[in-house]
């Protein structure tokens, strides 16, 4: 994942003792640095990061906790200098309420023994130790966020450990995910596909666990976007699909016309609603314009969810949510449910019709036409791709009997032969194996469908959940 753009507010503050600085020259300033080090590279990230300075008397706690109240931020680093008293610490939490990553990190990765001990002056022995004691502060912290009921979590390493800093981007990775979600919109556009009982969802738990604001959409707006879509709108979409999509020679100008049209009419529902992801689905008597609209969205749904506003199809909502999800952390995410399973090569197949991300794509996504949308009514374009080959993180958002949790899974996308039926369509291996993926997976309790991002991801969406304060569930 690169930069992040976006509003994300990283709260930094660092912890010492006060008494220490008359003590051991130099020490204060010292600390002061590697804290603007941590600045420094946390800003690397995009971010914005309001620093509160070096906390060392419960005054100064007040001051750094009102200071970042005010900056109204999203997650606080807490960093270790030094040693410091747990009193300088708790006033920041109690005032913020917002989950605090500890910094445990060391200016290097160990001391210089024979250095130190060649000092020779116990002062000056003391004062260098003090440089490298982070770690003594740590379990007292913990110790009183416990009894506090306080939301924190520990990185441990030095300050050029780049394993440290990979955490640490993930935390910053995570925040600003959970940031795009409580400012995510959510349309609905039609009703769920009848019967899918497993698809069924509660709005109001989708908004109370991810901050998500819900959007319920109406045919009729749809429609009177695409009545009102103009020739050179039609033209340049037309335009659009050639360059995004391989458009098969057996598609009909007609076809391709008819969802140029809806996808124009797309664009401007989003763009009216400020939409970053969308659910949709809908049946209606057999002829009917809306059923006009509807066998041609699949072109246009798929350019949105491969420029940042996925889609799901089948009005399923949750999936809308882990695509999002997805997405936010530029691993794609594309709309999925198990297919088939091949034995003889310990694989599980995985695809959908309807839209896809195609910046995920292992080759140019084709256009083709269908003759029949199995189990929905209607014939149309549909899209054929698959998904990179490589790491790949299977992701589900599930609605238990015990409230909502993720359920995550790593795998790998693996060349060989799929089906071309005019939908997407992939071969994914996991560490555990075919069978045993199957049952883990299903026994969680899903809906059958889940989105499929690249790269190995579930550390990431494990810091999520935790942000979210909900439950995550990793299967391999």
Not at 91 to 105: E, F, R, T, Y
Not at 204 to 228: P, V
Not at 284 to 308: M, P, Q, R, W
């Amino acid at each position: 994942m690169g930069l992040i753009e976006g509003s994300t507010k990283i709260g930094l503050f660092g912890i010492g003792l006060d008494t220490y600085w008359e003590q051991f020259d130099g020490l204060l300033d010292r600390l002061i640095g590697y804290q603007k080090i941590i600045k420094e590279r946390m800003e690397e990230r995009g971010v914005t990061v309001f620093d509160a300075g070096l906390v060392d008397s419960p005054k100064k706690a007040q001051e750094a906790g009102k200071f970042l109240k005010k900056s109204d931020v999203d997650i606080v680093f807490l960093y270790v200098s030094t040693y410091a008293l747990s009193s300088t610490v708790l006033p920041v939490a109690q005032k913020l309420k917002v989950p605090i990553i500890i910094l445990n990190l060391q200016p290097v990765s160990a001391i210089d023994y024979h250095a130190f001990n060649e000092l020779g002056d116990l002062g000056k022995m003391t004062g260098e130790w003090l440089a490298h004691c982070q770690a003594c502060s740590v379990p007292e912290i913990a110790n009183v966020f416990n009894r506090s009921a306080i939301q924190y979590e520990i990185v441990t390493g030095y300050l050029d450990d780049e394993k440290a800093w990979c955490e640490i981007n993930q935390w910053i990775d995570a925040t600003h995910v959970a940031e795009v979600m409580r400012s995510n919109r959510l349309g609905i556009l039609g009703h769920y596909y009848n019967g899918m009982l497993d698809v069924y969802t509660d709005l109001t738990q989708q908004s109370s666990a991810f901050g998500t604001h819900i959007e319920l959409l109406e045919m009729c707006e749809l429609k009177k976007y695409r009545d009102e879509a103009n020739e050179s709108e039609v033209k340049l979409k037309i335009e659009e699909f050639h360059k995004t999509f391989d458009v098969s020679e057996s598609c009909e100008a007609s076809e391709v016309l008819r969802a140029a049209k809806t996808s124009v009419a797309l664009d401007k529902l989003v763009e009216k609603h400020q939409l970053g992801s969308m659910a949709y689905y809908y049946e209606g008597i057999d002829g009917n314009e809306y059923e006009d609209i509807v066998t041609s969205v699949i072109a246009g749904n798929t350019l949105l969810t491969g420029k940042n506003v996925p889609v799901a199809g089948e009005c399923e909502v949750k999936n809308a949510q882990a695509m999002k999800i997805m997405d936010s952390f530029g691993a794609g995410g594309t709309f999925s449910e198990f297919y088939a399973m091949d034995f003889n090569d310990d694989i599980v197949m995985l695809g959908h019709d309807g839209p896809a991300h195609f910046a995920i794509a292992e080759s140019q996504v084709q256009l083709v036409p269908l003759p029949v949308y199995h189990g929905k009514p209607g014939k149309g374009l549909s899209i054929q791709m698959s998904v990179k080959h490589g790491k790949v993180t299977v992701l589900s958002v599930v609605e238990g009997s015990d409230g909502i949790f993720l359920l995550v899974a790593e795998g790998e996308s693996v060349p060989g032969p799929v089906l071309h039926i005019g939908n997407t369509n992939s071969r994914y291996r996991f560490t555990i194996g075919a069978r045993n993926f199957m049952d883990q997976w299903s026994k969680q309790g899903p809906a059958h469908h889940c989105a499929i991002g690249v790269g190995h991801i579930a550390d990431k969406i494990e810091k999520l959940a935790f942000l979210l304060n909900i439950d995550v569930v990793q299967i391999c």
